[in-house]
């Protein structure tokens, strides 16, 4: 899969310190349109960080985030909800609403931003479900899934929107190298059919190398990237 050039997101020198603890430190780089980038680097050099700056829950000291003329650091309030439904993300634990069933958790986003009537939202929730093969499961409740399928229904509702970019926080974490392996099949079985850009977070190296067209490490201790490229 080659990816092209042309950026959905720039991050322009940015810093983020925690009081006197700076964690980044004039950091840039771009994220091309339809690409799979994953973000690597040691335990406390600030991925799980930066990934929260490109969503807009961790404001920078310092430095832009660019999602097309909008920069997402300083944009309003009608801007940041412009740019919120046009990204999907998987926390590291799915984060589903337990008392919800999984229909409901894919559900919510629809209905919290569009005027779609309940019978488009359950056809929508179904075909996401189908896409990630969890067919048949829209009222089980979280607890009843496995850590693998908690997962595959966050990507389901990650997706709700049909955003343009999705964010994965460690999307291997704590699971079996086999539901690991079909998980990395699924990412890039959605990034091949819908060309969807993907920013991922991982320490895995086997799905590093399965899934990146391109990586950037980060460095706890220049604060920065210190690597770019393929795997």
């Known amino acids: 899969r080659s990816a092209p050039d042309k950026p959905i997101i720039i991050v ?10 700076t964690v980044l430190q004039n950091v840039s780089f771009q994220v091309r349109r339809g690409e799979i980038l ?22 920078t ?23 919120l439904q046009n990204i999907g993300v998987l926390f590291q634990s799915s984060a589903l609403f337990s008392s919800m069933t999984i229909q409901e958790n894919i559900a919510l986003p629809l209905q919290e931003y569009t005027t779609l009537d309940a019978a488009t939202i359950d056809l929508i929730v179904k075909m996401k479900l189908g896409m990630v093969n969890l067919a048949g499961y829209e ?39 086999i ?13 091949g059919a819908l060309g969807t850009t993907m920013v991922v977070v ?14 950037i490490m980060l460095d706890k201790y220049s604060k920065g990237i210190i690597a770019e490229g393929t795997p």
């Open 179 to 191: 539901t690991a392996a079909e998980l990395d099949d699924l990412i890039i079985k959605t990034n």
């Open 61 to 83: 000291n310092a430095g832009k985030v660019l999602f097309g003329a909008t920069d997402i650091m300083a944009a309003g309030e009608q801007e940041l909800n412009g740019f």
């Open 139 to 177: 009222n089980h409740y979280p607890a009843e899934l496995s850590g693998g399928m908690k997962k595959r229904a966050g990507i389901a509702r990650a997706m709700a929107l049909d955003p343009q970019v999705l964010f994965f926080d460690e999307l291997s974490a704590g699971l079996d190298p």
């Open 202 to 215: 991982s320490h895995e190296l086997q799905s590093i190398c399965k899934i990146a067209d391109r990586v």
């Open 38 to 59: 994953v973000i690597v680097g040691e335990s406390g050099c600030g991925k799980t960080t930066l990934l929260k700056v490109m969503i807009s829950l961790q404001k």
């Open 12 to 21: 322009e020198n940015a810093t983020v310190r925690f009081g006197s603890n």
